[in-house]
């Protein structure tokens, strides 16, 4: 019986201590796995600014690179391997790779360059934010014998010309000092590197091409042989006494290795979940997409990985805080694993971005449908305290056969699909096709035309449509309208070229462009006042009034001469800096029209809060002013409302003279459009300005 007993004991000593010497290795393989991604992450929250570079005083960038984000060095790298920067420990450490770290870093930045260069090959539209492989993490031994880990990115779009990118390359030292802090934090004993390969415990650390780059050991807790040498005395001594103490000694033992066995299981569901959602997270994601690829089912099946993004996410933080952001993204997690069967698995990527796995996908009509559902699930409010919120989502799914293509691309091509969602208005869903790799490489072919357009000054030109006096039909002005002379598409009017503008940076840009060519037609060819039309993201810039009086200023162009043209959803973003923007170009001189007033949700508040000086009438009330009367009284109260508020009127699109005869009778002060003129080159605006005196007359001028 005490042989047994022994026996039975000491089993259960090896299986606990077991145990735990497994879940210290699997803590400290997971701190070490975190140390390293982190090294990438960081790299991703760098902001590093051209001036910065090469300001050899400049400590502050030096201390952003390595010790603020807990890096040892860190390298700017140029084309052609010329070293922009070094820092070492928060200095500047001039213009040199140290040399125990130039053996280990030229070829696999040389690796890098050639997968950056191979991928602009393939498709140039792939290079964009963080798309996947741009980014090379290893592990390394240094050939002064330290151990590291390196991380290398770019830090600048990748341009057209293979191997000119700018390199940011972050160095951060295995050191006793960081196993010591890991070891301290996950409470392991005595956590440090061995030279002795036969030692044990033992993690080894290898670099890509397998090669050992460092052996740690730790010297194990084993509770419960310490547990045991405690208990040993009082156990011998009841032994002899008491039978039924042996029996309760191993009910404890039971329990402390159920106790022992949740801790682990806990620990490991914490490593693979998103603490503030509960889903997978990548770890797991990456994982469960490897296991969805291996699937066998009995009909032939594919992969459905689905891409998801909250709408407006950023906006609904900014307004409402991030406690109620956090809510959000609980709910839509929840929603999301609800609409989901047990074998499909929901993944928080990271901020507002989800990622769903749908295995057995059987047709598209099926992954469609799921989709849809998806869609569907945020569309009940989610209650916030005493407000309802009501939120969508926007969805990119790639239907695959797993055996066809990597985790990578099937998750590339949702990232496509959810960009097309997006572009398409949101709040839907798409399913990847080839054809949106094709739409994305020509935008990304118009986006390169576009910025060569604006460098070279070539293919770019105004038309100027007049404006009428109402009453006395002479020109009081005329509307600036850009144009574009594509090499490949021919002339292309603004809808084709301005939200790709938009997207991708360049409508400041473009908006100076057409700024300055338009002041300087003016004051050239006497034109009372030019109207030039901005967009609702040029006035997030806040050096945009500004800009707008140094234009005047260099072209000489009297303020009183400018008029501004705005959307509604300029005014809709309701932030005090449009308000200060308006406000200060008013103070000017400039005077400010909202364009189609009556096609968006523009109230008389927010007339009264930014103080207009002139309301344009959309065409589409004009050109029906004749056809429904209810037209005719809207129109009558437009009018009447701007009259009241000190405003002028300009009816945008008559055509006819019962409309020009309509509108003037209304009251409008201005008129526009193919009944006086189409939009003109500068050339035949010059001439209509010059030979007729201003008079409307039916229009026999070039038109652009």
Not at 230 to 250: D, N, Q, S, V, W
Request: overall charge negative; proline content about 4%; hydrophobic content about 40%.
């Amino acid at each position: 019986m005490a042989a047994v007993a022994m026996v039975a004991g000491w089993w259960a000593v090896q299986s606990i201590d077991g145990r735990w010497l497994n879940e210290e290795r699997t803590a400290i393989e997971t701190g070490i796995f975190q140390i390293r991604t982190q090294l990438a992450t960081d790299q991703n929250t760098a902001i590093i600014v051209d001036g910065d570079i090469g300001f050899d005083g400049n400590g502050y960038i030096d201390r952003r690179l390595t010790t603020v984000a807990g890096h040892n060095r860190a390298y700017i790298i140029g084309p052609r391997g010329r070293i922009l920067r070094a820092s070492v420990d928060g200095h500047f450490a001039g213009r040199t790779l140290l040399m125990s770290d130039a053996f280990v870093l030229k070829p696999i930045i040389d690796e890098l360059r050639l997968k950056l260069a191979r991928m602009q090959f393939d498709d140039p539209s792939l290079m964009r934010g963080n798309a996947t492989g741009l980014t090379a993490l290893e592990t390394v031994g240094f050939s002064n014998g330290d151990q590291g880990f390196i991380s290398i990115r770019p830090i600048d779009r990748p341009s057209s010309e293979p191997g000119s990118s700018l390199l940011l390359v972050s160095i951060k030292l295995i050191d006793q000092a960081v196993i010591k802090k890991l070891g301290t934090d996950l409470k392991v004993a005595n956590l440090h590197r061995t030279t002795d390969p036969t030692s044990s415990p033992l993690i080894v650390l290898r670099d890509s091409s397998g090669k050992t780059v460092a052996n740690l050991t730790w010297t194990p807790s084993r509770p419960a042989q310490a547990l045991l040498r405690e208990t040993a005395p009082a156990l011998i001594t009841l032994a002899a006494f008491c039978a039924g103490m042996f029996i309760a000694i191993l009910l404890w033992l039971y329990k402390t290795t159920l106790v022992l066995e949740a801790s682990r299981a806990q620990a490991t569901y914490l490593s693979l979940h998103d603490t503030l959602t509960g889903t997978a997270n990548r770890a797991l994601f990456e994982r469960r997409l490897r296991e969805a690829k291996e699937y066998q089912f009995l009909a032939e099946t594919k992969v459905l990985l689905i891409s998801v993004d909250v709408d407006h996410f950023k906006s609904i933080n900014d307004t409402l805080g991030h406690a109620a952001g956090d809510i959000i993204l609980k709910e839509v997690s929840r929603r999301l694993t609800l609409e989901m069967p047990e074998d499909a698995t929901v993944a928080r990527l990271g901020g507002d971005e989800f990622a769903v796995i749908h295995p057995g996908i059987i047709s598209e009509g099926q992954a469609r449908w799921i989709c849809q559902r998806l869609v569907q699930c945020t569309k009940s409010p989610i209650v916030l305290g005493n407000e309802r919120i009501t939120i969508t989502l926007s969805i990119g799914a790639a239907l695959e056969k797993a055996e066809e293509m990597s985790g990578e691309e099937m998750l590339r091509r949702a990232d496509v699909a959810l960009y097309v969602t997006k572009q398409d208005g949101r709040d839907g869903f798409s399913l990847y096709n080839e054809e949106m790799d094709r739409t994305r490489r020509e935008r990304r072919a118009l986006e390169v035309e576009l910025r060569n357009a604006l460098i070279t000054n070539e293919g770019l030109h105004l038309a100027y449509q007049p404006v009428y006096d109402a009453k006395s039909k002479t020109i009081a002005g005329a509307e600036a309208l850009v144009r574009w002379d594509n090499p490949r598409h021919g002339r292309l009017t603004p809808d084709a070229f301005i939200a790709l503008a938009e997207e991708t940076g360049i409508i400041d840009q473009l908006g100076e462009w057409v700024l300055r060519h338009a002041c300087r037609f003016a004051l050239e060819a006497g034109l009372p006042q030019v109207a030039v039309n901005f967009s609702p993201i040029q006035f997030r810039n806040p050096k945009l009034p500004a800009t707008i009086l140094a234009v005047l200023a260099e072209e000489g162009l009297p303020p009183e001469r400018l008029e501004v043209e705005i959307t509604e959803g300029t005014l809709l973003q309701n932030s005090e800096e449009v308000q200060a923007a308006l406000g200060e170009l008013r103070s000017a001189g400039i005077s400010v029209a909202l364009d189609d007033f009556g096609t968006g949700y523009a109230s008389i508040s927010y007339l009264r809060s930014y103080a207009v000086d002139k309301l344009k009438i959309d065409k589409s009330y004009v050109q029906r002013i004749d056809a429904e009367p209810a037209i005719g009284h809207i129109v009558r109260l437009i009018v009447g409302t701007a009259s009241a508020l000190g405003m002028k009127v300009t009816a945008e699109g008559v055509e006819d003279t019962l409309q020009s005869d309509a509108m003037t009778e209304m009251g409008c002060t201005y008129l526009q459009g193919y009944l006086y003129s189409r939009p003109l080159t500068p050339e035949a605006m010059t001439d209509l300005l010059t030979t007729e005196g201003g008079k409307s007359q039916r229009p026999t001028h070039l038109i652009a």
